[in-house]
């Protein structure tokens, strides 16, 4: 299976791609790139706005909000490594939230693709431990959207200092 798909457009986007549990789902808006972790039964989780930020974007995930459902948050590795890693965002001091929607909500009218690039340079947790992850991290603010729904998929990258 390749672990990157070809770029489909609404309808066919949520027939055609067979989304399985885990599936790193890439979204390309009219002038960015959103991701969201397809979790099964037509939800996936994704980094919104965050209700506390008063943000100009347009957010394909804002449509998603009422359908979403928050939980605590759980451990805060994958924050920390978004905040760290900086945005890819034109404003840095912009916030978002990681949140749970509906797959169709989520991706509205943009085109999609399954992106599991990682996946031959990075060690994916098994599924189960996806899921979990994916529902710990819900309500979480984050800094990078990107990196915030990736993490959530692999094992942290450990560096090797050759001396």
Do not use: C
């Amino acid at each position: 299976m390749a672990l990157t798909s070809e770029w489909k457009g609404p309808p066919e986007s949520w027939t055609s791609l067979n989304f399985q549990v885990g599936d790193l789902i890439e979204i390309q808006e009219n002038d960015h790139t959103s991701w969201a972790l397809y979790l099964g039964h037509a939800q996936v989780v994704y980094a919104g706005p965050s209700p506390d930020q008063h943000s100009t974007n347009q957010d394909t995930a804002s449509s998603a909000n009422q359908n979403t459902t928050h939980a605590p948050g759980g451990d805060s590795e994958a924050t920390n490594q978004s905040t760290a890693a900086g945005t890819n965002e034109k404003d840095s001091n912009i916030q978002y939230q990681v949140k749970k929607g509906l797959l169709k909500a989520v991706i509205g009218q943009h085109t999609v693709r399954i992106n599991n690039m990682y996946d031959s340079t990075r060690k994916a947790f098994p599924v189960q431990t996806i899921v979990e992850r994916a529902e710990l991290h819900i309500g979480e603010t984050v800094r990078d959207k990107k990196d915030a729904i990736v993490n959530l998929r692999y094992e942290r990258q450990m560096r090797v200092w050759h001396l």
